[in-house]
């Protein structure tokens, strides 16, 4: 995650590990993390010896630093941020090396255990070596001057650019990555559904006031549902592109997007830029991060400036909860396919220059299309040459045959 906080010193989760005075005796500043981390009876102060005498020699490290060892999550966030945006560090080595320890456990059974170095990052002043142990994840410090390095570390400010981004996790944690964005076509839905859906978007940005005001949180939810291909994800692209804003998509089907999510709207720093959390296929949702859901888009924290957009594609799964309690989705939207006029508007879209002859026969044989269905017809027209109303019975054809083999309904 990207943070712009200062930190002032090492706190929890942050937690210091002197590995290397005194012989090699692992000295913790939480007593809770020296218990977790000796759960696993193998972990030895030896095998900690064993590990970073091979991370001094992997890198070429200089015996003359000292080596401190730091854990928790935060901290991994913190470092992949820098990794990834490469803003901060002057050069950064990756590696996927793997070395094999022999260790013994309390039993004197001997244990054969890997352990992976993911990268250095190289400063003049200190290195940083992501490791992994028995599935857990170190960071190891080398520096002659702690306190300098929490000086540059910990209060080095980031800032967290406007635009689209993807959530990824890996061996350092959760991090952004940009997506990029593009214009597209302002999606044609039945009657005045467009219309009314940007008027509420609209709306909720300008009354910012109005839930101050009243000490509401400011925040909306909003819960696009209907058949898949019907327009929901277009019209999503079409107002992150409209809005400038901080826009996550995260699978609310994921703990771990939910856990960064939290975090992310929990960031007093980002407090008041506007953010716009996507929550794909929320129908999906299993029980076991129900409760998360439920706590991020309703829970006891505060939040600031969020609009959460959801899409269902059978809201008959979807939870009770969600649905009949406003405050969680406040306005739901079902998205339909196309009715007589809408399919109108779409073959015109696509096929100004048609007569309005033939544009009445493609309007019968398009009855129960989706609105991506109408792409697919002026696709076939390019792809195979055929005429405008040949693309329109060639795709008939396709998806009746499947329809027939399937057993399925592909057409509505």
């Known amino acids: 995650m990207i943070y712009k906080e200062n930190y002032t010193k090492i706190v929890p989760p942050y937690t210091k590990i002197d590995t290397i005075s005194e012989g090699y005796i692992i000295k913790m500043f939480d007593e809770e993390v020296k218990k977790e981390v000796k759960k696993n009876k193998a972990v030895s102060d030896l095998f900690f010896k064993d590990v970073i005498e091979e991370v001094y020699k992997r890198y070429n490290i200089s015996k003359s630093l000292k080596c401190y060892m730091f854990t928790g999550h935060e901290f991994g966030k913190r470092l992949n941020s820098f990794k990834f945006d490469k803003i901060n560090f002057e050069h950064m080595e990756k590696g996927s090396e793997e070395s094999k320890y022999e260790t013994t456990d309390t039993n004197n059974s001997t244990l054969i255990e890997k352990f992976r170095t993911d990268g250095i990052v190289d400063k003049k002043a200190y290195k940083i070596a992501s490791v992994r142990i028995f599935d857990e994840y170190f960071f190891f410090v080398f520096t002659n001057d702690l306190k300098k390095f929490e000086k540059e570390f910990f209060k080095i400010k980031i800032i967290?650019?406007?635009?689209?981004?993807?959530?990824?996790?890996?061996?350092?944690?959760?991090?952004?990555?940009?997506?990029?964005?593009?214009?597209?076509?302002?999606?044609?839905f039945n009657e005045d559904l467009f219309e009314g859906l940007t008027t509420e978007i609209k709306?909720?940005?300008?009354?910012?006031?109005?839930?101050?005001?009243?000490?509401?949180?400011?925040?909306?939810?909003?819960?696009?549902?209907?058949?898949?291909?019907?327009?929901?994800?277009?019209?999503?692209?079409?107002?992150?592109?409209?809005?400038?804003?901080?826009?996550?998509?995260?699978?609310?089907?994921?703990?771990?997007?939910?856990?960064?999510?939290?975090?992310?709207?929990?960031?007093?720093?980002?407090?008041?830029?506007?953010?716009?959390?996507?929550?794909?296929?929320?129908?999906?949702?299993?029980?076991?991060?129900?409760?998360?859901?439920?706590?991020?888009?309703?829970?006891?924290?505060?939040?600031?400036?969020?609009?959460?957009?959801?899409?269902?594609?059978d809201p008959k799964n979807l939870d009770h909860a969600l649905t009949n309690r406003p405050s969680r989705f406040d306005s739901l939207y079902e998205i339909e396919s196309p009715n007589t006029k809408t399919r109108l508007d779409l073959l015109k879209r696509f096929f100004p220059k048609e007569s309005a002859e033939h544009l009445n026969i493609a309007i019968e044989k398009t009855k129960g299309f989706r609105g991506a269905h109408f792409k697919e017809i002026f696709l076939i027209s390019k792809l195979y040459e055929c005429s405008f109303l040949e693309a329109v019975e060639k795709l008939n054809v396709k998806f009746k045959d499947f329809k027939e083999y399937t057993n399925q309904n592909y057409l509505g």
Do not use: W
Request: aromatic share 10%.
């Open 160 to 188: 967290q650019k406007n635009g689209l981004y993807k959530i990824e996790h890996s061996s350092c944690g959760s991090y952004l990555i940009k997506v990029g964005m593009r214009a597209v076509d302002v999606p044609i």
């Open 203 to 313: 709306n909720f940005m300008e009354v910012e006031n109005v839930y101050k005001k009243f000490k509401l949180d400011y925040k909306r939810g909003i819960l696009l549902y209907g058949l898949p291909g019907n327009g929901k994800t277009c019209f999503i692209k079409h107002l992150l592109y409209s809005f400038d804003a901080i826009s996550i998509i995260c699978d609310a089907k994921k703990e771990k997007d939910l856990c960064f999510i939290s975090e992310f709207l929990n960031d007093k720093n980002l407090r008041d830029c506007l953010k716009i959390i996507v929550l794909e296929d929320i129908d999906g949702i299993d029980s076991y991060v129900r409760s998360k859901f439920l706590n991020l888009i309703d829970g006891v924290t505060t939040l600031n400036k969020v609009l959460f957009i959801a899409t269902s594609n």
